[in-house]
């Protein structure tokens, strides 16, 4: 507690006029420390220093100012004594959730006193009677109850609706004259008069941890909601870093984890996954993305700065707390623009119901919102609760694993991505986290090794067609990021069709999901539709914006393929300051300094590029991973690369025009009664040939190909443009056949396939031959 001994000192300093103010005082201490750290020391110190963190988080959300902390007590003021008593009600409520499952005996539980009086401000302190009466005031509450002198009773008056307890005058220690003390009666619930009759009766009164109140039944029985007053500070929209939406726009915070487990973290940040998720399916919401919003994980920061740094109106913040079978959401939203709450509810119900209450908090942040959900939205949520819910926790275990990008993390997402389809052989999402865990994987060769691969770009090693395979089992299911993944590995193998109807399909079912709308981009770009792809690239900063990097690349991109290069320039060099360590910005960089004439900076760029490559930077396998489908843009980053000192290849890279593309009828006639001679022309550089020939029906009636194709049941097909081949290992695996012009039978590259792991030519010739 704050000396007065050190107050009678300041008074005998001089005769200069000493600051003072008038304050509103909270001091806090626990109740019962000494008995708890005997009972269990290291305990106890780690629930005081996260519940000191709790206190903390409310008193600067609440305009407050902690001002000392002194082993178990804080110290803190604040200029609004409706906000000092708010804030000390919220901290009470907000604790009493997070210790309930505990017994009596380890509960820690705080004491917190409020005074409204002078004070003498002096170095970044306060001392004096005013905070004196605040410590003695904490004494006489109970164990996580709140007590209040006579001048912030007289104060707060009726302003609050809460009920308090006359203590009456009270002698304490050091304080010369008695003070009048009140109880703040937590445990009350207000219940409303009787409904006029023929009405709808009323839901009792919860004061909660969001401070958000029924005020009364109006005439004709109809509830109205409205906030505290104000406790927080709006945002500033002359300091927003983007411009507000046209749509409500909202950024939900990483929920606290309550449930007392750091074990429980994944859980948590699961819940908080899928609520941005969810509510980024609503077309009529524009949400912030996850990269973007846990950036404030952990962090004690203010609504109003989230607001201003997101360009968001609302903000979503809440907590999990898991305890054995059972689960609580505490969430809240407010309005940034008026620092006001515009609900808060609680939602219990037991591990099985999780589903149920994301849904819950979603449909609630929509109404409150007024949005309007089409058919397809609503029916989105149809079906999860059909979902094995064992196999959801272990899911979130692994998309955990899967966000910390380390190849040990990927190679336990992958354990846990199994061992959730053990529990339910048919959960779509296990199967995409494995599909895109081995895809962010495929050229890291320390994964390579966990994994027990021989090593990037061996036939043996194809994590790139063991991603597709999860892929496909995957399903149709309605998850923008399988649809995003689909989209950049149709790319690759000049499926360019099928790509972009991907990734528009990935937008319309994550309208804010910016995963969704980088991979839009790019297949605008690869397919020389630049000027929209720029129009979107905003959008999708707006959704992330503190991750601009990729955008910001994706924009230079563009605008490198129409020609305008110094704008491309400059766009790529702030991708790169946001994202150093992606080297592969660099390629882009380098092929437009060289287009530019400036030789030496091209090289520099080209050598960052190569040295972020694992091998093969040649010419042929650098275009293969650079999917265009407009040959003029393929052509011109090509011969940059070149000026910029990238090695040519033997064989020159391959670009494929959509109008050179077979349909299924051409396909079928070219095959039938025919052998396909060719070879593997990987980038890399294995230049190993096959033959294979084929009935009247283009079925594989013998070949050497062994590497890729198998014997069995499953027949070749030809559809939608595509051959379909039983591949080893793979099951079915389906190719866009593509004409050569430039091809020659000597050659045997007439025609031309792409893999997710290479490029084929083959031409044909009669069986017979």
Same mark, same amino acid.
């Given at each position: 507690?704050?000396?007065?001994?050190?107050?009678?000192?300041?008074?005998?300093?001089?005769?200069?006029?000493?600051?003072?103010?008038?304050?509103?005082?909270?001091?806090?201490?626990?109740?019962?420390?000494?008995?708890l750290?005997? &009972?269990?020391?290291? %305990?106890t110190?780690?629930?005081?220093?996260?519940?000191?963190?709790?206190l903390?988080?409310?008193?600067?959300r609440?305009?407050?100012?902690?001002?000392?902390?002194?082993?178990?007590?804080?110290?803190?003021?604040?200029?609004?004594?409706?906000?000092?008593?708010?804030?000390?009600?919220?901290?009470?409520r907000?604790?009493?959730?997070?210790?309930?499952?505990?017994? =009596?005996?380890?509960?820690?539980?705080?004491?917190?006193?409020?005074?409204?009086g002078?004070?003498?401000?002096?170095?970044?302190?306060?001392?004096?009677?005013?905070?004196?009466?605040?410590?003695?005031?904490?004494?006489? +509450?109970?164990?996580?109850?709140i007590?209040?002198?006579? &001048?912030?009773?007289?104060?707060?008056?009726?302003? @609050?609706?809460?009920?308090?307890?006359?203590?009456?005058?009270?002698?304490?220690?050091?304080?010369?004259?008695?003070?009048?003390?009140?109880?703040?009666?937590?445990?009350?619930?207000?219940?409303?008069?009787?409904?006029?009759?023929?009405?709808?009766?009323?839901?009792?009164?919860?004061?909660?941890?969001?401070?958000?109140?029924?005020?009364?039944?109006? &005439?004709?029985?109809?509830?109205?909601?409205?906030?505290?007053?104000?406790?927080?500070?709006? *945002?500033?929209?002359?300091?927003?870093? /983007? $411009? /507000?939406?046209?749509?409500?726009?909202?950024?939900?915070?990483?929920?606290a984890?309550?449930?007392?487990?750091?074990?429980? #973290?994944?859980?948590?940040?699961?819940?908080t996954?899928?609520?941005?998720?969810?509510?980024?399916?609503?077309?009529?919401?524009?949400?912030?993305?996850?990269?973007?919003?846990?950036?404030?994980?952990?962090?004690?920061?203010?609504?109003?700065?989230?607001?201003?740094?997101?360009?968001?109106?609302?903000?979503?913040?809440?907590?999990?707390?898991?305890?054995?079978?059972?689960?609580?959401?505490?969430?809240?939203?407010?309005?940034?623009?008026?620092?006001?709450?515009?609900?808060?509810?609680?939602?219990?119900?037991?591990?099985?119901?999780?589903?149920?209450?994301?849904?819950?908090?979603?449909?609630?942040?929509?109404?409150?919102?007024?949005?309007?959900?089409?058919?397809?939205?609503?029916?989105?949520?149809?079906?999860?609760?059909?979902?094995?819910?064992? *196999?959801?926790?272990?899911?979130?275990?692994?998309?955990?694993?899967?966000?910390?990008?380390?190849?040990?993390?990927?190679?336990?997402?992958? *354990?846990?991505?199994?061992?959730?389809?053990?529990?339910?052989?048919?959960?779509?999402?296990?199967? !995409?986290?494995?599909?895109?865990?081995?895809?962010?994987?495929?050229?890291?060769?320390?994964?390579?090794?966990?994994?027990?691969?021989?090593?990037?770009?061996?036939?043996?090693?194809?994590?790139?067609?063991?991603?597709?395979?999860?892929?496909?089992? +995957?399903?149709?299911?309605? /998850?923008?990021?399988?649809?995003?993944? $689909?989209?950049?590995? /149709?790319?690759?193998?000049?499926?360019?069709? #099928?790509a972009?109807?991907?990734?528009?399909?990935?937008?319309?079912l994550?309208?804010?999901?910016?995963?969704a709308?980088?991979?839009?981009?790019?297949?605008?770009?690869? +397919?020389?539709?630049?000027?929209?792809?720029?129009?979107?690239?905003?959008?999708?900063?707006?959704?992330?914006?503190?991750?601009?990097?990729?955008?910001?690349?994706?924009?230079?991109?563009?605008?490198?393929?129409?020609?305008r290069? #110094?704008?491309?320039?400059?766009?790529?060099?702030?991708?790169?300051?946001?994202?150093?360590?992606?080297?592969?910005?660099?390629?882009?960089?380098?092929?437009?300094?060289?287009?530019?004439?400036?030789?030496e900076?091209?090289?520099?760029?080209?050598?960052?590029?190569?040295?972020? @490559?694992?091998?093969?930077?040649?010419?042929?396998?650098?275009?293969?991973?650079?999917?265009?489908?407009?040959?003029?843009? +393929?052509?011109?980053?090509?011969?940059?690369?070149l000026?910029?000192?990238?090695?040519?290849?033997?064989?020159?890279?391959?670009?494929?025009?959509?109008?050179?593309?077979?349909?299924?009828?051409?396909?079928?006639?070219? @095959?039938?009664?025919?052998?396909?001679?060719?070879a593997?022309?990987?980038?890399? %550089?294995? =230049?190993? =040939?096959? #033959?294979?020939?084929?009935?009247?029906? !283009?079925?594989?009636?013998?070949?050497?190909?062994?590497?890729?194709?198998?014997?069995?049941?499953?027949?070749?097909?030809?559809?939608?443009?595509?051959?379909?081949?039983p591949?080893?290992?793979?099951?079915?695996?389906?190719?866009?056949?593509?004409?050569?012009?430039?091809?020659?039978?000597?050659?045997?590259?007439?025609?031309?396939?792409?893999?997710?792991? %290479?490029?084929?030519?083959?031409?044909?010739?009669?069986?017979?031959?």
């Amino acid at each position: 507690m704050p000396s007065r001994q050190r107050d009678q000192g300041i008074f005998a300093m001089g005769t200069e006029p000493l600051e003072r103010k008038l304050a509103a005082i909270l001091y806090a201490d626990i109740a019962g420390y000494s008995r708890l750290t005997g &009972a269990d020391e290291e %305990g106890t110190h780690r629930a005081l220093s996260a519940y000191l963190d709790t206190l903390t988080t409310s008193i600067e959300r609440h305009n407050g100012k902690v001002l000392h902390y002194a082993g178990d007590a804080v110290l803190a003021e604040f200029a609004s004594v409706i906000n000092a008593l708010t804030c000390a009600v919220v901290i009470q409520r907000d604790l009493r959730a997070r210790s309930e499952h505990l017994s =009596e005996q380890r509960k820690v539980q705080f004491r917190i006193g409020i005074n409204l009086g002078d004070v003498i401000v002096d170095r970044n302190e306060i001392y004096g009677d005013g905070v004196n009466v605040a410590a003695r005031l904490e004494n006489l +509450a109970e164990p996580g109850g709140i007590c209040i002198s006579e &001048a912030v009773h007289s104060a707060i008056g009726n302003k @609050l609706p809460l009920n308090y307890q006359s203590l009456g005058e009270q002698r304490v220690k050091n304080i010369a004259e008695p003070v009048r003390a009140y109880r703040v009666r937590l445990e009350d619930e207000a219940v409303p008069t009787a409904a006029p009759a023929g009405t709808r009766s009323r839901r009792r009164l919860v004061i909660a941890s969001a401070a958000v109140v029924v005020l009364g039944v109006m &005439a004709g029985g109809v509830a109205w909601l409205k906030p505290w007053p104000p406790t927080i500070e709006p *945002a500033s929209k002359q300091r927003m870093t /983007l $411009a /507000l939406s046209d749509k409500p726009s909202i950024a939900v915070l990483p929920f606290a984890n309550m449930s007392g487990d750091a074990e429980q #973290e994944y859980f948590t940040d699961g819940m908080t996954d899928d609520l941005i998720t969810d509510l980024s399916k609503v077309s009529g919401l524009f949400v912030i993305a996850r990269n973007s919003v846990f950036t404030y994980k952990g962090k004690p920061v203010k609504i109003s700065q989230v607001a201003e740094e997101l360009g968001v109106r609302y903000v979503l913040e809440g907590s999990v707390r898991r305890v054995g079978d059972k689960v609580r959401i505490n969430a809240q939203l407010i309005d940034g623009n008026t620092g006001g709450h515009v609900w808060a509810e609680r939602y219990d119900g037991s591990l099985g119901d999780v589903f149920s209450l994301q849904d819950k908090v979603t449909r609630r942040i929509v109404a409150a919102l007024r949005v309007q959900l089409t058919p397809q939205e609503q029916a989105l949520a149809t079906g999860r609760d059909k979902i094995n819910v064992a *196999a959801y926790d272990t899911f979130l275990k692994g998309w955990a694993h899967l966000l910390r990008k380390t190849p040990e993390d990927a190679v336990q997402a992958i *354990a846990f991505f199994k061992q959730a389809l053990e529990l339910d052989p048919n959960y779509s999402r296990a199967y !995409a986290g494995l599909a895109q865990t081995y895809w962010n994987n495929s050229l890291n060769a320390k994964f390579h090794q966990l994994t027990g691969g021989l090593g990037v770009g061996t036939l043996v090693d194809w994590n790139d067609l063991t991603a597709w395979e999860f892929l496909q089992k +995957a399903g149709d299911k309605p /998850l923008s990021q399988a649809r995003a993944l $689909a989209a950049r590995m /149709l790319q690759r193998q000049r499926r360019f069709d #099928e790509a972009m109807r991907e990734a528009r399909q990935a937008v319309a079912l994550g309208p804010s999901d910016p995963t969704a709308y980088d991979a839009l981009i790019e297949n605008l770009i690869y +397919a020389g539709e630049a000027e929209e792809a720029i129009r979107l690239v905003d959008r999708s900063i707006g959704l992330d914006p503190n991750f601009p990097g990729e955008k910001l690349f994706l924009k230079g991109l563009a605008y490198y393929t129409m020609g305008r290069l #110094e704008e491309a320039l400059s766009s790529i060099e702030r991708a790169r300051t946001h994202n150093p360590k992606r080297t592969r910005y660099a390629a882009i960089q380098a092929a437009t300094l060289a287009e530019l004439g400036r030789a030496e900076e091209a090289k520099v760029a080209f050598e960052e590029y190569r040295s972020g @490559l694992t091998i093969f930077a040649t010419l042929n396998w650098t275009m293969f991973y650079w999917p265009f489908e407009d040959v003029k843009s +393929a052509e011109r980053l090509a011969k940059g690369l070149l000026k910029a000192g990238m090695i040519d290849s033997t064989r020159h890279y391959y670009a494929v025009s959509p109008q050179n593309r077979l349909r299924s009828d051409q396909i079928k006639a070219l @095959l039938a009664n025919k052998t396909m001679i060719g070879a593997d022309r990987s980038p890399y %550089g294995s =230049e190993g =040939e096959f #033959e294979v020939t084929r009935d009247q029906n !283009a079925q594989v009636v013998s070949q050497d190909f062994v590497t890729y194709f198998r014997e069995g049941t499953t027949k070749t097909r030809v559809k939608n443009d595509l051959l379909c081949d039983p591949w080893q290992a793979f099951g079915d695996y389906c190719v866009a056949i593509y004409r050569n012009p430039d091809g020659t039978p000597e050659q045997k590259d007439e025609y031309i396939f792409f893999t997710l792991v %290479g490029v084929f030519t083959f031409s044909v010739f009669d069986s017979a031959s």
